[in-house]
């Protein structure tokens, strides 16, 4: 009986479908175990990470089928995830996954929306860091409440020195800031800046980490392809306002990642409205309305949101921590972190192809 059970439930499983890939379990090899033993089903899923915004759903769609098989029967359903491929990769090795933001041009929001994502992943559960390399602007100190900081320094065992990136909010930040002054980034030229822009990726020790977001200097420059084509990127968000001035910069972001083979996860499009806070039902296109989406649409990108423009999280950028851990339950930071589940969703994706495909190169 119990091996016609377990059977049961392995076929019931495997039936399911993953809401973010579309795959069934089977397709995806997900049901690794199936244990009947004292009253108790135990079931071990693996599947394709990062598995930190899907786990709870996964695991109460599962757990509802097996309901269905064995009513009243006590459940306990683990979800971890399948072990990633990185191709031996030398540069940042212990970090699954490296999501570039970006934007065609400066004033948009991107490090707002960078270090936001962030904030948001990290209070799902993944290790999460920031590696600030908007050079001539860097804003991830100021986000993260860490202006004035310098890199710690210590001497392994072999007498080389460790520098370490700082953390505030349980996220690993580093900055161009905590190296230069802004003056001082604003007059070195671009081989000195590749050098100092080097040591954050190649010589500071980030540890393990699910996601590393990278805040790019905006534009679409030689700096911009450089670090694209020499950093493992997993993917790329796009940020823009609705204008079409931004939008078509957009165009431009587009073309830079396509033409360096880096996977766009999507477009976000920040400021796109005003809620006044004595009118929450109504919203006010200040600079236009439609634009981000549009434009996913011409070059068929996944459009990711629309984040209002609001002026608490101004505050909260200004003031060191990020809105969505300041206000985890206000409206602003639903919309982010709907954001950032498509975001999580997307590298799901992309980290499937790998995983069907190991002996194709996805990015550079």
């Known amino acids: 009986m119990s091996n016609n059970l377990e059977n049961d439930i392995k076929q019931t499983l495997n039936s399911l479908i993953d809401p973010d890939l579309g795959k069934s379990f089977c397709d995806l090899e997900a049901v690794k175990q199936v244990i009947i033993k004292d009253g108790i089903i135990k079931v071990n899923l693996e599947m394709i990470g990062p598995v930190h915004w899907v786990a709870e759903s996964v695991c109460k769609m599962s757990a509802d089928a097996i309901g269905k098989i064995a009513p009243g029967v006590e459940t306990e359903i683990v979800c971890t995830e399948k072990e990633q491929d990185n191709g031996g990769r030398k540069i940042l090795p212990k970090v699954k996954n490296i999501v570039a933001v970006a934007s065609g041009k400066g004033g948009v929001g991107k490090s707002a929306v960078a270090s936001n994502l962030a904030a948001a992943l990290s209070l799902q559960g993944a290790t999460v860091g920031v590696l600030d390399g908007d050079i001539y602007g860097p804003s991830q100190p100021t986000m993260f409440g860490l202006v004035g900081g310098s890199f710690d320094a210590v001497d392994d065992e072999n007498g080389n020195s460790i520098a370490f990136p700082l953390e505030s909010h349980g ?194």
Request: hydrophobic share 45%; glycine share 8%.
């Open 171 to 364: 996220i690993k930040v580093a900055s161009m800031g905590f190296l230069l002054n802004r003056d001082d980034a604003a007059i070195i030229r671009g081989p000195m800046l590749a050098g100092y822009f080097s040591l954050l990726f190649e010589q500071l020790e980030w540890g393990e980490l699910d996601f590393l977001i990278f805040d790019l200097p905006p534009g679409t420059g030689d700096i911009q392809l450089t670090m694209t084509q020499k950093i493992p990127m997993t993917g790329a968000v796009i940020v823009t306002t609705p204008q079409e001035i931004s939008v078509s910069d957009v165009r431009r972001s587009i073309a830079m990642f396509r033409k360096v083979n880096v996977d766009i996860l999507g477009i976000v499009e920040n400021m796109a409205y005003f809620v006044p806070p004595d009118m929450t039902d109504k919203k006010y296109y200040i600079f236009g309305q439609g634009g981000g989406k549009k434009v996913a649409t011409e070059s068929d990108i996944s459009f990711l949101g629309e984040i209002p423009l609001n002026m608490e999280m101004r505050e909260a950028n200004d003031g060191g921590t990020p809105i969505v851990i300041k206000d985890e339950k206000g409206y602003q930071s639903e919309v982010i972190r709907e954001i950032t589940a498509k975001v999580v969703a997307q590298v799901r994706r992309h980290n499937l192809i790998i995983w069907e495909n190991p002996n194709v190169e996805i990015s550079i």
